[in-house]
């Protein structure tokens, strides 16, 4: 498919979720955070995120109308599979019509993350990328949510988000430690950063290991 082609296709979509994602937005302002879906610019540098390309598994949380989805579908294996976990119902009908066989749409908070894997029989994730906006949750459930997905990610798996305010590099830091890249994304409305961390050994366990060593 040429580039003109899929900008064209690009544009064609985007018109038609725009009036779906302003009445998600102002139904559920606080969750939604933004009246238009992410740019053409965050979906290209999420398909070329090289961790997707050999990902097996992979989950999105605050996939909106499923213009990251199919970001995320473009650079998946033909063989893996997507979990997408949304809190509103009518993205989660739009999320439906994306007819690939890869895709699993469960309408529910991120919050409840471990078990929809569990009721889903998933495997942990090798990539979580998460929309949703830590900025407007309370710290203790934006806490709880990076903890949780860094205990289901699994060893080496990469947690990708992209976020208005940056208050998730404070969220993240006790679990993974800095963020491993930060790239300034200023085509898209609102301007945004796209981090990425990388469960390693030595980002949590081995922290508080190492931290209880030093207390004792
Ligand atoms: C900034 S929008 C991003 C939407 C889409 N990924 C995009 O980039 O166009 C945030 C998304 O997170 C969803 N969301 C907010 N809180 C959530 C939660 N606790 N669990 C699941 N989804 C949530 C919102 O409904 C919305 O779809």
Redesign the pocket.
């Known amino acids: 498919m040429s580039s003109t082609q899929l900008s064209a296709q690009e544009t064609a979509s985007r018109s038609s979720v725009i009036p779906c994602f302003l009445r998600?937005f102002f139904e559920?302002p606080l969750?939604?955070?933004?009246f238009v879906?992410?740019s053409s610019f965050?979906q290209r540098k999420l398909s070329s995120l090289a961790c997707l390309q050999t990902a097996r598994c992979v989950v999105e949380?605050?996939?909106?109308?499923g213009?990251?989805t199919r970001a995320l579908l473009e650079a998946m294996p033909a063989d893996s599979q997507l979990l997408c976990?949304?809190?509103?119902s009518e993205?989660v009908a739009h999320l439906q019509e994306l007819a690939d066989p890869r895709l699993t749409v469960v309408e529910n908070?991120?919050?409840s993350l471990k078990s929809i894997l569990q009721q889903q029989n998933f495997a942990k994730p090798d990539v979580i990328v998460s929309?949703?906006?830590f900025s407007v949750m309370s710290p203790e459930e934006g806490r709880q949510l990076i903890q949780t997905i860094h205990q289901v990610l699994a060893p080496g798996g990469v947690f990708v988000t992209y976020q208005f305010r940056n208050n998730v590099c404070e969220l993240a830091e006790d679990c993974f430690g800095a963020p491993q890249s930060r790239d300034l994304v200023l085509w898209n409305l609102p301007p945004l950063d796209l981090y990425l961390w990388e469960k390693t050994a030595e980002s949590g366990e081995q922290k508080k290991m190492s931290s209880l060593t030093l207390e004792a």
């Open positions: 998600g559920n969750q939604v955070a933004s879906p992410s965050l949380l605050g996939p909106g109308t213009e990251t976990v949304e809190v509103v993205f908070s991120a919050l929309g949703v906006p």
